[in-house]
């Protein structure tokens, strides 16, 4: 039960091509969008589709293969884990950002998605 605590999993689509990333100290990361939909039928009986946006990173090797194979529009599966950073803005703001950290990673929809 303990790997339930912080578990993402999506099937979904990029929203444009992956940014690709070195650190300071040579890590590789890729970052990304994904968009998930859902459909369901409101108070009025009429259809609705719902997209939520989710923003990823992949670090390593996830981040090779997302690199290679990732393109806009591509569904992939992923396995991750919810991660929250914050910053100060130029005005002095403290922000959050959450994203997804990327644990595995399946492309889906056949031979149209790798590069």
Do not use: C
């Not at 650190?23 to 939909?37: P, R």
């Not at 990732?70 to 569904?75: H, M």
């Not at 997804?100 to 929809?109: A, D």
């Amino acid at each position: 039960m303990y790997s339930l605590r912080n578990k993402v999993q999506l099937i979904g689509n990029l929203g444009k091509q992956p940014e690709i990333k070195t650190t300071d100290s040579g890590k590789k990361l890729v970052k990304f969008s994904v968009a998930t939909n859902e459909m369901y039928t409101n108070s009025k009986g009429e259809k609705v589709k719902e997209t939520q946006w989710h923003n990823l990173v992949a670090w390593g090797k996830l981040a090779d293969v997302a690199e290679k194979y990732l393109n806009k529009g591509a569904e992939v599966a992923i396995d991750g884990k919810l991660i929250t950073k914050d910053y100060t803005d130029k005005d002095g703001n403290k922000r959050y950002i959450t994203e997804i950290q990327v644990n595995e990673l399946l492309l889906l929809g056949g031979k149209n998605n790798a590069a």
